[in-house]
């Protein structure tokens, strides 16, 4: 046989026997346990437990690849792409939900030494919890630096 005869009949053999080993069962001890979908989760879409399952994948899987490793990590983020059944998750098609929405109209308190002052501010930015956004004073104009509070307040400068 030629070389090329060879590599072309290699080539034929593997392509055969790639999907037939994919298809063979992972033995004990060589399986790694990772949350994936057990339904189709919507971009916006806010996970919750019922909406994961354990899937079995080949050890090593999550060292080789940047997937989220438990539901504790899922649940209560927002899914940012669509996310299939029994696919893994990967780390950036997921986010923390957004405090406050861009363009809306929310407090900025600012607290030094027992002074607080509160104006009324315009988001710029989309903001998770303690997150660092923009905002532009209604009264003023001037665009500030705050930081996204839980109830949806801005807290700029100050302790």
């Known amino acids: 046989m030629t070389a090329t005869i060879r590599a072309r009949v290699l080539l034929l053999a593997a392509s055969i026997l790639a999907p037939l080993m994919a298809a063979l069962p992972v033995r004990a001890g060589q ?3 990772l949350p994936v979908p ?6 916006g879409d806010i996970i919750a437990e019922t909406m994961l399952v354990d899937g079995k994948f080949p050890e090593g899987t999550s060292a080789n690849q940047p997937v989220m490793l438990s539901n504790a990590d899922l649940v209560g983020k927002v899914a940012r792409r669509t996310l299939l ?15 406050v929405a861009r363009g809306t109209i929310v ?9 607080v002052i509160t104006a009324s501010v315009m988001t710029l930015q989309a903001g ?9 004073n209604i009264d003023s104009g ?4 705050g930081l996204v509070q839980a109830d949806g307040s801005v807290r700029v400068g100050g302790r």
């Open 31 to 33: 399986v790694e346990w």
């Open 38 to 43: 057990a339904i189709t989760i919507y971009p």
């Open 85 to 99: 059944p029994g696919r893994l998750i990967a780390r950036n098609t997921v986010a923390v939900p957004e405090v």
């Open 107 to 115: 407090p900025a308190i600012y607290q030094d030494a027992g002074l």
């Open 128 to 136: 998770a919890l303690g997150a660092m956004i923009q905002v532009r």
């Open 142 to 145: 001037k665009i500030i630096v």
